[in-house]
Nanobody, 117 residues
Framework: EVQLVESGGGLVQAGGSLRLSCAASGFNFDDYGIGWYRQAPGKERELVARIGNGGTTTYADSVKGRFTISRDNAKNTVFLQMNSLKPEDTAVYYC???????????WGQGTQVTVSS
């Protein structure tokens, strides 16, 4: 059974930092890119960052220079280090991957990040 379990969210003041984790199981983690998405109330879910199976990273313009995505293949875990947080970063953060054989999209349950001004 595929599982993506996020953790590390919470309440932080503007300018603060949080580190999110996504623990994966049930598939060949090393073979897949993993993405972090977020969804704020009343807004569409948007891609925040993605890391490929080879370590290539991409970021939304809004988080470049502040967020860093990384992966530890030995622990089947992807991290999102978030620095210089802003109130507009407030959202539920989800990790995601798409199985290239079945084309099925997998999502975690999400973790709430709230940034106070």
């Amino acid at each position: 059974e595929v599982q993506l379990v996020e953790s590390g969210g919470g309440l932080v003041q503007a300018g603060g930092s949080l580190r999110l984790s996504c623990a994966a199981s049930g598939f060949n983690f090393d073979d897949y890119g993993i993405g972090w998405y977020r969804q704020a109330p009343g807004k569409e879910r948007e891609l925040v960052a993605r890391i490929g199976n080879g370590g290539t990273t991409t970021y939304a313009d809004s988080v470049k220079g502040r967020f860093t995505i990384s992966r530890d293949n030995a622990k089947n875990t992807v991290f999102l280090q978030m620095n210089s947080l802003k109130p507009e970063d407030t959202a539920v953060y989800y990790c995601y991957y798409s199985d290239y054989n079945t084309r099925y999209n997998y999502w975690g349950q999400g973790t709430q990040v709230t940034v106070s001004s």
